[in-house]
């Protein structure tokens, strides 16, 4: 079925969508993005979302496309369009098409920003196999620019991260800058000991995730310490348990690092009711 998509005001056919070839994110990577999840044809954390998608606007000095209410109406029709019961929805603003390809920023007076929307189906989102069996990760150098807070459209070494563990028979990859774990590819990383979960801390250095931000406070709510700190992979692998957090994986047990068993191989009993917990409270609050 061809999808419905959105781009700058216009509910189009997939087959019909156009953006210039001068637009910046095409020619600079110069755009942020937002991926947020469905459930049950509800928007999951649509408000950290767009929380998000303005502070990352705002650290790159662009201009927003549209008020975060227009924003939500959009999403809602995309949703209902294309028939999402679940799956994502994907949101990318650029800075424009500029008139010359140049390093120097063009007026946001004169060039308006591009919005470009689309939806992807995922039927058994909720009832992943991968969460029932956990995932492998391997450990790779962090070689992506410093501002990983920022949620751009840069995501070519992440890209080649997911390529390294694929080729190594896993599932996905963390990286490591200093000694210390940053984050996944595309998730933020957490291990648990005894009754402890351990994440990195919020910086320029991780990207702060708007799942990681909902299932720290569950976790706390369900009696359960958090220490936000730098970690080594070493101290992951000594781990009992260890799992990631993304807006398309929701929690996600991991139960091997750089070859490693966790336990005893299979999902720990924390992480599969973190997940729970994650679901439950998120399709109660989905908009």
């Known amino acids: 079925m061809t999808r419905t998509v959105y781009v700058n005001g216009e509910y189009l056919p997939e087959t019909e969508a156009k953006v210039s070839i001068f637009d910046r994110a095409f020619l600079m990577a110069d755009g942020v993005y937002e991926v947020t999840s469905?459930?049950?044809?509800?928007?999951?954390d649509f408000e950290g979302h767009a929380k998000r998608l303005q502070r990352s606007l705002d650290e790159l000095d662009m201009r927003a496309p549209c008020t975060p209410d227009e924003l939500l109406e959009i999403h809602r029709k995309l949703v209902e369009l294309n028939g999402i019961e679940e799956g994502l929805v994907y949101l990318q603003v650029t800075r424009g098409a500029a008139p010359d390809r140049d390093f120097v920023f063009p007026d946001p007076e004169e060039v308006a920003p591009t919005l470009?929307?689309?939806?992807?189906?995922?039927?058994?989102?909720?009832?992943?196999?991968?969460?029932?069996?956990?995932?492998?990760?391997?450990?790779?150098?962090?070689?992506?620019?410093?501002?990983?807070?920022?949620?751009?459209?840069?995501?070519?070494y992440p890209s080649m991260g997911k390529m390294m563990a694929k080729k190594a028979g896993v599932d996905?990859?963390?990286?490591?800058?200093?000694?210390?774990?940053?984050?996944?590819?595309?998730?933020?990383?957490?291990?648990?000991?005894?009754?402890?979960?351990?994440?990195?801390?919020?910086?320029?250095?991780?990207?702060?995730?708007i799942t990681r931000a909902a299932v720290l406070r569950f976790a706390r709510e369900a009696q359960m310490e958090v220490e936000e700190r730098n970690f080594t992979i070493d101290e992951a692998k000594a781990a009992d348990e260890a799992?990631?957090?993304?807006?398309?994986?929701?929690?996600?047990?991991?139960?091997?690092?750089?070859?490693?068993?966790?336990?005893?191989?299979?999902?720990g009993p924390q992480a599969r009711r973190l997940r729970e917990i994650y679901l439950d409270e998120s399709r109660k609050a989905a908009i």
């Open 116 to 156: 470009v929307l689309f939806t992807q189906s995922k039927p058994g989102l909720a009832d992943s196999p991968a969460a029932r069996t956990g995932i492998r990760v391997i450990s790779i150098e962090d070689a992506r620019w410093a501002r990983r807070d920022i949620k751009t459209v840069q995501l070519l």
């Open 38 to 44: 469905v459930l049950d044809g509800k928007l999951v």
């Open 243 to 267: 799992f990631i957090t993304s807006a398309s994986t929701f929690v996600m047990p991991v139960v091997e690092i750089d070859g490693v068993a966790l336990g005893d191989g299979t999902p």
């Open 172 to 209: 996905d990859a963390w990286m490591i800058e200093d000694g210390y774990v940053t984050e996944g590819t595309s998730n933020n990383a957490y291990f648990i000991k005894g009754n402890r979960i351990v994440t990195r801390a919020l910086s320029n250095d991780i990207l702060h995730g």
